[in-house]
């Protein structure tokens, strides 16, 4: 199984790809998609594209993206959700199946606490992906929303019931 993940930005829109092998989470690919300053709306269709490209390259199986937090700034909210509509459109249009998560989430379950920093997000994804060096932030973040997503997927060992007396 092949993950996409995804976490938008309207400036810097990070993505993962991590394939599902063995019961553990293999690197692909991940990057990150970058708009210059400008029209919004060009900046929209930039990032439109460059996921539309992406999952023509990597044929994801599904794909994981970031939920939208509460901003103090509603500007940044507002652009962040319009980046996102877009990964969503573009995800919509290639007919795959869309998971979303809370960053806390995400963040819990790469690092153990849903309060991990950044660097606390990069260093586990570098250990957890067996990589050399750490990825940049925003390529971090994506792929841990991948690892999110292949740990909510797994399916639970069965508990066993242990019998107390005598039966």
Known sequence: MRIFGVDPGSRIT???VVDLRRGKPVYVASGCIRTPKGDVAYRLAEIFEGITSLID???PDQVAVEQVFLSKNANSALKLGQARGVVLAAVARA???VAEYAAR???QSVTGTGAATKPQV???VRVLLDLSA???SDAADALAIAICHI???RPQ???RLRHHGSR
Do not use: C, E, F, L
């Open 134 to 136: 750490a990825p940049s």
């Open 157 to 159: 060992a069965p508990t």
């Open 105 to 107: 989430r995400v963040k």
């Open 151 to 153: 740990n909510t997927q």
């Open 57 to 59: 390259t990597h044929a």
């Open 14 to 16: 990070g993505y993962g």
């Open 95 to 97: 007919g795959i199946d």
């Open 122 to 124: 990069q260093h586990m």
